[in-house]
């Protein structure tokens, strides 16, 4: 995969080979670029209740939905998503993605395993 461009299916390949797995959560992440602003992260999100209502204490988060759709909660708003959708969560705002799918995720600043920032909420 280039280092610097990626297509949908590049990033759909690179989710389901999952480095980083959650299996009571049938997802798998996997980092595309780790810079040192930011962390690029493709994600196979497979089950359709998502991840758990959260916050990010030191990130803000974009989303850009590439395959699959769903229910998406950003803060006090909730809508229907389908692949090409944007989300932006801030840094302290509640947001999940209800859906089975796969999405890249962007965190800033650069994300560091050794110190997760994620807070459940729900």
């Given at each position: 995969?280039?280092e ?9 390949k690179?989710a389901?080979s999952?480095?980083?797995r959650?299996?009571e959560r049938?997802?798998?992440?996997s980092?595309l670029?780790?810079g040192?602003?930011?962390t690029?992260f ?15 204490k030191h990130h803000?988060?974009v ?20 692949p ?15 859906f089975a799918g796969?999405?890249?995720?962007i965190d800033?600043p650069?994300?560091d395993?050794?110190k997760?920032?994620r807070?459940?909420?729900?």
């Amino acid at each position: 995969m280039p280092e610097n461009f990626w297509s949908p299916e590049d990033v759909t390949k690179k989710a389901s080979s999952g480095e980083i797995r959650q299996p009571e959560r049938n997802q798998k992440w996997s980092v595309l670029s780790r810079g040192e602003h930011c962390t690029i992260f493709a994600a196979d999100v497979g089950a359709e209740e998502g991840y758990p209502l959260h916050v990010h204490k030191h990130h803000d988060e974009v989303m850009i939905i590439l395959k699959g759709e769903g229910e998406a909660v950003v803060g006090n708003k909730s809508r229907m998503v389908k692949p090409g959708d944007i989300l932006f969560a801030p840094r302290g705002t509640a947001h999940t993605i209800r859906f089975a799918g796969v999405l890249l995720a962007i965190d800033s600043p650069a994300f560091d395993t050794g110190k997760p920032d994620r807070a459940i909420v729900e």
